[in-house]
């Protein structure tokens, strides 16, 4: 989407929230479009908003955790993260960013069972799969690091990179 685009779109956001202020899934979108804009205060100031408005709004809490791992408020992020999936235990999405930000800090284990339980509830989701098998690469489970990136192949057979992960791995093997 064009930055013109996005512009349009937070207008059309705002006119729906002039008509009806306590829109949540409007609140939400509006800080969609501000991450997009890299208007970070303005997306928390929404999300913030839509939390206070729907504390049970899952995707406000993983969205808002998106923009505090961007910032580099990792800890702020994994809350935001735990609170979502806490009200939706089943969001992959949330689950998934939760693994991204234990990787990171290198919490292996917390980020093993973050895509595990991601992949339980989205098995086609190729991220997640690719990215469990460069754990098990990591901590030297090669066979599983080669069954995780074979299934990520498996899904999406086009990507490059996850062909050429696999080759690496399987040269340690």
Do not use: C, W
């Amino acid at each position: 989407m064009e930055l013109g685009q996005l512009e349009e779109a937070v207008k059309s956001y705002k006119a729906a929230l002039k008509l009806k202020p306590d829109f949540v899934e409007a609140i939400n979108n509006l800080g969609i479009t501000f991450f997009k804009l890299h208007q970070l205060d303005d997306a928390i100031r929404s999300y913030e908003r839509a939390i206070a408005l729907d504390p049970d709004f899952a995707d406000a809490h993983n969205n808002i955790g998106i923009v505090f791992s961007e910032l580099g408020q990792l800890d702020e992020a994994i809350m935001s993260y735990k609170a979502a999936i806490t009200l939706q235990f089943n969001y992959a999405e949330a689950h998934y960013n939760l693994g991204l930000i234990f990787r990171g800090l290198k919490r292996l284990d917390g980020a093993t069972q973050s895509y595990k339980t991601e992949i339980a509830f989205q098995s086609d989701y190729t991220d997640a799969n690719y990215n469990l098998g460069i754990l098990y690469h990591d901590v030297g489970q090669l066979k599983m690091a080669i069954d995780s990136i074979k299934m990520a192949i498996k899904i999406n057979p086009e990507n490059a990179d996850t062909h050429k992960y696999l080759g690496n791995t399987f040269q340690l093997d």
